[in-house]
């Protein structure tokens, strides 16, 4: 059975880091192109960062270049978010996604969300 769990959220004053952290299982996520996404009140939910899979590439969202990184544990098949100078337009709820390649239609999964909340 595929699963995804966020963890690592909380609420951080501006300026500060946290980490978030997807554990899978049911799937190994070096196979997967996996992905972190959004979702502020109010606003449709948007790619934050995205991570290939043997070849590891990696790609960001205007907004959160050079502050956040997506990187990849094998050994925990878990997926991280390192998010450093945080802001409170960065306040959403944080979506953890997996996507099967060269599957049609492509198998996708997602998390549960972890609540991020910057702020004062």
């Known amino acids: 059975q595929v699963q995804l769990v966020e963890s690592g959220g909380g609420l951080v004053q501006p300026g500060g880091s946290l980490r978030l952290a997807c554990a899978a299982s049911?799937?190994?996520?070096?196979?997967?192109?996996m992905s972190w996404h959004r979702q502020a009140p109010g606003k449709a939910r948007e790619l934050v960062a995205v991570?290939?899979?043997?070849?590891?590439?990696?790609n960001y969202a205007d907004s959160v270049k050079d502050r956040f990184t997506i990187s990849r544990d094998n050994s925990k098949n878990t997926v991280y978010l390192q998010m450093n100078s945080l802001k409170p337009e960065d306040t959403a709820v944080y979506y953890c996604?997996?996507?099967?390649?060269?599957?049609?239609?492509?198998?996708?999964?997602w998390g549960q969300g972890t609540q991020v909340t910057v702020s004062s």
């Open positions: 049911g799937f190994t996520v070096s196979s997967y192109v």
């Open positions: 991570l290939t899979t043997a070849g590891g590439l990696t």
């Open positions: 996604k997996a996507v099967q390649p060269r599957t049609a239609p492509l198998r996708t999964y």
